[in-house]
C-alpha cells in the first residue's frame, strides 16, 4: 500500500507568482489534513478536508491560500501571489477515519517551498 | 488552550542505554496522545498513540510510551537506543477545540542523537 504522496518534492518560485501543491493520500482514506513548518519551528494546522468538503480551515491565512480536495484526484493546496514568508515545509496528512475517532495520521514527504 | 510541550530541545544518549523525550501536555478532557518521529527531508512516520485502555502503549521501532493522567506527561521512552533512532521526534495532542476535534497539535520538536 503506497503511502501518502505529494508532489512535487521541491518547488521555487518568485515573489507573486502561483504555488500548487499537490497530495495524493493513501488508499481508502477520504480525510485530508495539510500542515506548514516553517523554519525552526513544529508543524502547525492549516486545514482538514474530506472528499469535495472542507470541514476546518482554521488555521489556513484569510488570504492568497486555498484547499481543494475534489471528488476525482488529488488533494491541492493552493497559494496565490507569494512571499518570501511563505518559505516553508508544507506537509500534507490522511486518515482513514476522522482524528475525533481515534485514527492516527500518515503523513507525505511533505513539499519544499522556496520563494526568491 | 490545547497544547503539548517538549521541554528539551536536544537529548544525547549512548547507544545501548534506555532513551527518554519527555512530553507534557494541556488539554480539556480525555486527551488523544500521539508521538512521530522525523528524518531529515523526509515527513513524520507515526510511533505510537492513547487513546483510552492502559498507560503503557507500545509502538514501532521498540517504542514505548506512558500516559501519566496525574503529571499530565506522556514520555517517549526504548530500553536500548540505536544510532539509526537518531532523528527529530514530535509529540502531539488532538485539539478538541477547534474545528470538531480533528486537528492536531505539535510540539516543538526534540532532537534525539544517539552515540556510538
Known amino acids: 500500500n503506497a503511502g501518502v504522496m505529494q508532489n512535487p518534492r521541491h518547488l521555487v518560485r518568485r515573489r507573486g507568482q502561483e504555488a500548487r501543491l499537490r497530495c495524493s493520500p493513501m488508499?481508502?482514506?477520504?480525510?485530508v489534513y495539510w500542515y506548514r513548518q516553517l523554519p525552526e519551528e513544529g508543524l502547525k494546522f492549516m486545514v482538514y478536508?474530506?472528499?469535495?468538503?472542507?470541514?476546518?480551515e482554521s488555521g489556513m491565512p484569510k488570504e492568497r491560500f486555498s484547499a481543494e480536495f475534489p471528488k476525482e484526484g488529488p488533494s491541492i493546496l493552493r497559494i496565490q501571489q507569494v512571499v518570501r514568508g511563505d518559505s516553508a515545509a508544507y506537509f500534507c496528512?490522511?486518515?482513514?477515519?476522522?482524528?475525533?475517532?481515534?485514527?492516527?495520521?500518515?503523513f507525505g514527504p511533505g513539499t519544499r517551498l522556496t520563494v526568491t | 488552550a490545547q497544547s503539548v510541550a517538549q521541554p528539551e530541545d536536544q537529548v544525547n544518549v549512548a547507544e545501548g542505554n534506555p532513551l527518554t523525550v519527555k512530553c507534557t501536555y494541556s488539554?480539556?478532557?480525555?486527551?488523544?496522545l500521539f508521538w512521530y518521529v522525523q528524518y531529515p527531508n523526509r515527513g513524520l512516520q507515526f510511533l505510537l498513540k492513547?487513546?483510552?485502555?492502559?498507560?503503557l502503549v507500545k509502538g514501532s521501532y521498540g517504542f514505548e510510551a506512558e500516559f501519566n493522567k496525574s503529571q499530565t506527561s506522556f514520555h517517549l521512552k526504548k530500553p536500548s537506543a540505536l544510532v539509526s533512532d537518531s532523528a527529530l521526534y514530535f509529540c502531539?495532542?488532538?485539539?478538541?477545540?477547534?474545528?470538531?476535534?480533528?486537528?492536531?497539535?505539535f510540539g516543538t520538536g526534540t532532537q534525539l542523537k544517539v552515540e556510538l
Open positions: 478536508l474530506q472528499k469535495e468538503n472542507i470541514i476546518d
Open positions: 488539554v480539556s478532557g480525555n486527551p488523544y
Open positions: 492513547y487513546i483510552t485502555g492502559d498507560n
Open positions: 502531539a495532542v488532538r485539539d478538541i477545540l477547534a474545528g470538531g476535534g480533528n486537528k492536531l497539535t
Open positions: 488508499k481508502g482514506h477520504s480525510h
Open positions: 496528512a490522511s486518515s482513514p477515519r476522522p482524528l475525533a475517532g481515534g485514527s492516527e495520521q500518515y
